[in-house]
């Protein structure tokens, strides 16, 4: 079983200030990671993910994430956030094995506030 | 961009009734999810559905809940008696059975019992 830990339950950061969103999970398997973004009222979309190779992954929006398999960390950072960039966080895990019938665990979120 | 609609966005019903939430996947995407959030609490996968039949389910998918794919491009999950506890917001998610591993999620059904 997995379970993800997002340390953060709010995050408020003033407009053009760096970032960066706590993610820790624990597995007893393999696991293949994911950022997730819900702005209001609209469903969940991928940030970034990662399966395999660099630990540093590049999505959308500007948005980058570090794995770290020792510390088991998947922290999502943005050097320079946007007003456009507040909405909901969540980081998910899925298990290396089986196919694609395997759900997402998710975390419970950070809601990011940007602050004029 | 094709993407996953979900129908109504808002559902209110009494205790006890059954619910019906329903769900368009992207066309030629092979595996279907129903997850849900409970105000304040964790999205939490309930069951997976591939090649017309349940692929995993998660402990919450008990009796009560039933999934179905009746004309090849609809995805419905069936409450049949709905209990308060189950207030919460459902999400459906699909996927093209690609190496990429990317869910593609709906807009979600807001469901709330009286």
């Known amino acids: 079983a997995q379970s993800v830990t997002q340390l953060d339950s709010q995050v408020p950061v003033f407009e053009e200030a760096p970032v960066e969103l706590r993610c820790n999970y624990s597995?007893?398997?393999?696991?293949?990671l994911f950022w997730y973004v819900q702005y209001p009222n609209q469903g969940l979309q991928l940030l970034l993910k990662?399966?395999?190779?660099?630990?540093l992954v590049k999505g959308i929006n500007g948005f980058e994430a570090e794995f770290n398999k020792s510390q088991t960390s998947f922290h999502l950072r943005k050097p320079s956030v946007h007003i456009s960039d507040t909405a909901e966080y969540f980081c998910?895990?899925?298990?290396?094995?089986?196919?694609?019938?395997?759900?997402?665990?998710f975390g419970k979120g950070t809601h990011l506030i940007i602050q004029p | 961009e094709p993407e996953v609609t979900q129908t109504p966005s808002h559902q209110v019903t009494q205790m006890g009734q059954e619910v019906i939430l329903r769900c368009v996947p992207i066309?030629?995407?092979?595996?279907f999810y129903w997850y849900r959030q409970i105000l304040g609490q964790k999205v939490e996968f309930l069951v997976s559905?591939?090649?017309?039949?349940?692929?995993?389910k998660s402990e919450i998918f008990d009796d009560q809940f039933s999934v179905e794919r009746p004309d090849g491009s609809n995805f419905t999950l069936k409450i049949r008696s709905t209990k308060l506890e189950d207030s919460a917001m459902y999400f459906c998610?699909?996927?093209?059975?690609?190496?990429?591993?990317?869910?593609?999620f709906g807009p979600g059904t807001r469901l709330t019992v009286t």
């Open positions: 998910a895990v899925r298990p290396y094995s089986g196919g694609g019938a395997d759900g997402l665990t």
């Open positions: 597995s007893s398997v393999s696991v293949y």
């Open positions: 990662y399966l395999s190779g660099s630990t």
């Open positions: 066309s030629n995407h092979l595996y």
């Open positions: 559905f591939y090649n017309n039949e349940i692929s995993e």
């Open positions: 998610a699909s996927f093209p059975g690609t190496a990429s591993y990317e869910q593609y």
